[in-house]
């Protein structure tokens, strides 16, 4: 069975990106979403393996979607990777609280993005 995705950011060209990554590693089934809202929408949806997340975005941002998806019971346990800009201690403190399970900080390199992915996935 293969592993659902949901990529979350603003930026298309990240999106981009990311989802041709997780493409050439093999993930298939990966969903995007414009921001946290879209993402939060798409997650009751259909239930993902994993999400990904950025943090600055419209409508929702990435720690009010975590904390978000964290209430639903399909998504208490789920791996949820924050890739983002911010890379303070205080940010990724955040991160943690909200319910994130890692972090990845952009610019991220394609391995680098592999390795969390199949390593939150096993």
């Known amino acids: 069975m293969s592993k659902k995705i949901l990529i979350v950011d603003d930026s298309n060209m990240l999106r981009d990106m990311v989802k041709y990554a997780l493409n050439d590693g093999g993930y298939a089934d990966v969903v995007e979403a414009i ?18 997340t950025d943090i600055n975005m419209p409508n929702m941002n990435g720690f009010e979607l975590v904390q978000s998806l964290r209430m639903i019971d399909a998504y208490k346990a789920k791996p949820i990777l924050i890739l983002t800009t911010e890379n303070s201690a205080d940010m990724k403190s955040r991160g943690k609280e909200s319910g994130a399970t890692g972090w990845i ?14 390593t939150v996935l096993k």
Do not use: C, S, T, W
Not at 106 to 116: C, D, S
């Open 105 to 118: 900080v952009k610019p991220f390199v394609p391995e680098q993005l592999l390795k969390a992915v199949n």
């Open 35 to 52: 921001d946290g809202a879209d993402g939060l929408d798409r997650a009751k949806e259909q239930e993902f393996d994993l999400v990904i």
